[in-house]
């Protein structure tokens, strides 16, 4: 079993929709929760930072945290063609470093 | 531009050959990264150096695979007597010490081994 579980789609969904995004994880020691978008051949780019549980707004983008059942998701209200991309959840742990641990990537299509 | 930059940014080469990759840390960051991602996955850890020193590295490195950040600037990531297996994006990250672990990743270095 991964330490970091995540649907890889696709996922398509009409403009203006809100997309809803999810990962799971068996690590108990993840502490700081991530959430990267990866256009296609492009270095992955960092969209939500959020510390053990709870929730964390930024724009169109809300990010969740729960950490008693090992659930995290994004959701993207009124998503535009621009979001079409792979949204990749990542995590660590507390320590002296950061080795941060990558879902398989979840690929988004919005269609106009 | 303040980036992460890496250089080549693809690479084709012949299998048996040895490629090496550049990458160039956000100037105040003293934490680099690599990882590989293959197409359809997620970014695995490859290794880690905090300035100058390697911390730790996966047992996906192989022997054939050696890093270095020589001056605690830029590192170079070398894979000898290439193998087809070894085609993938290769991702260099940086952060700095003290921060929440938002690593900051270049726009990759993607090599076919033929």
């Known amino acids: 079993q991964k330490e970091v579980e995540q649907d890889p789609g696709p996922l398509s969904v009409p403009e203006g929709a809100i997309v809803s995004l999810n990962c799971t994880y068996s690590n108990s020691a993840f502490q700081y929760f991530m959430w990267y978008r990866q256009y296609s051949r492009k270095g992955p780019e960092l969209l939500m930072y959020?510390?053990?549980?709870g929730n964390k707004e930024d724009g169109r983008f809300t990010a969740q945290v729960d950490k008693s059942s090992k659930y995290i998701s994004l959701f993207i209200r009124d998503s535009q063609p621009s979001d079409s991309a792979t949204y990749l959840c990542?995590?660590?742990?507390?320590?002296?470093?950061?080795?941060?641990?990558f879902g398989i990537g979840t690929k988004l299509q919005v269609i106009p | 531009d303040t980036g992460v930059s890496q250089d080549p940014r693809h690479k084709i080469t012949k299998r048996g050959q040895n490629v090496t990759f550049r990458c160039d840390p956000i100037?105040?960051?003293?934490?680099l990264y690599w990882y590989r991602q293959t197409l359809g996955q997620g970014p695995e850890f490859l290794t880690y150096?905090?300035?100058?020193?390697?911390?730790?590295k996966s047992r996906l490195l192989s022997d054939r695979f050696s890093a270095e950040r020589p001056k605690g600037s830029f590192s170079t990531l070398e894979i000898q007597r290439t193998e087809q297996g070894d085609s993938a994006m290769y991702l260099c990250?940086?952060?700095?010490?003290?921060?929440?672990?938002?690593?900051?990743f270049g726009p990759g270095t993607r090599l076919t081994v033929l």
């Open positions: 150096f905090q300035n100058e020193a390697q911390l730790e």
């Open positions: 990542a995590m660590s742990g507390r320590g002296g470093y950061q080795k941060v641990t």
């Open positions: 100037s105040e960051h003293n934490r």
């Open positions: 990250a940086s952060t700095t010490e003290g921060s929440t672990d938002t690593q900051y």
């Open positions: 959020t510390y053990s549980s």
